[in-house]
Each structure stands twice: as structure tokens, then as C-alpha cells.
């Protein structure tokens, strides 16, 4: 059973960083689309920045580019989030999810794509 388990959150201040990490545990397939979630408070959850494990491509929402990048360990079974230069609209919960298989540019943001969920990390950027 894969389970996903994010760390990481925290509060900072607008222009601060933060490193997310999901531990992924249970994979059954050699290659899967891991991608970072961001719920908003009264929101819906969008893909933010995604990565394909067996190739490395990776995949960034237009509002995060140049910011944040998205990493992989694939000997420890993590995926990383590091966020810089955050600011007050990046606030949110931040989720890890997987789909085995592959990234695909034109779904990769899209909740419905993926199977596995972690519980999520909240991250809180204040002015």
C-alpha cells in the first residue's frame, strides 16, 4: 500500500524559504508522477510543481516558477519542495500526491489524476 508523508511546513516571512519533503513508502511500479498540491482556505487544491521520478522532468504552475524547485531522492523514496522567496499568497496546505506512471502536461495539475494522497503540510507566509 503506498502511503505518502509530508514534513516540512512551517511560518515564515514574505521573501523567506521553506523545504517541503514527502516520504513515500509502498511503491509497487518503477516510475510515478509525484506532484505538490496547494490548498488554499477556501479554495480548490492545484498542482503547484510536479516531477517525473523516472526521467527527472519536472513541471512548475507559471506563479511558482523561478521560486520553487522540485527534487527527488529515488534511492530514499523522497520528493523535496524547496520554496523561496515565499509570498503571502503561497500560504496554504501543501500536499504530496502519485500516480504511477508518468507526468503528462496537459493533466498534471488536475486532483483527479492521482491516486495517492499524503495528509498534507501547512505552510503560512505573512506579509
Known amino acids: 500500500q503506498v502511503q505518502l508523508q509530508e514534513s516540512g511546513g512551517g511560518s515564515v516571512q514574505s521573501g523567506g524559504s521553506l523545504k517541503l519533503s514527502c516520504a513515500a513508502s509502498?511503491?509497487?511500479?518503477?516510475?510515478?508522477?509525484m506532484v505538490w498540491f496547494r490548498q488554499a482556505p477556501g479554495k480548490e487544491r492545484d498542482g503547484v510543481a510536479g516531477?517525473?521520478?523516472?526521467?527527472?522532468?519536472?513541471y512548475y504552475y507559471d506563479s511558482v516558477k523561478d521560486r520553487f524547485t522540485v527534487s527527488q531522492d529515488n534511492n530514499n523514496n523522497m520528493v523535496y519542495l524547496q520554496m523561496n522567496n515565499l509570498k503571502p499568497e503561497d500560504s496554504g496546505m501543501y500536499y504530496c500526491?502519485?500516480?504511477?506512471?508518468?507526468?503528462?502536461?496537459?493533466?498534471?495539475?488536475?486532483?483527479?489524476?492521482?491516486?495517492?494522497w499524503g495528509q498534507g503540510t501547512q505552510v503560512t507566509v505573512s506579509s
Open positions: 500526491a502519485a500516480a504511477a506512471g508518468f507526468c503528462y502536461s496537459g493533466s498534471w495539475r488536475r486532483e483527479d489524476a492521482y491516486t495517492y
Open positions: 509502498g511503491f509497487t511500479y518503477s516510475k510515478y508522477c
Open positions: 516531477i517525473n521520478t523516472g526521467s527527472g522532468r519536472t
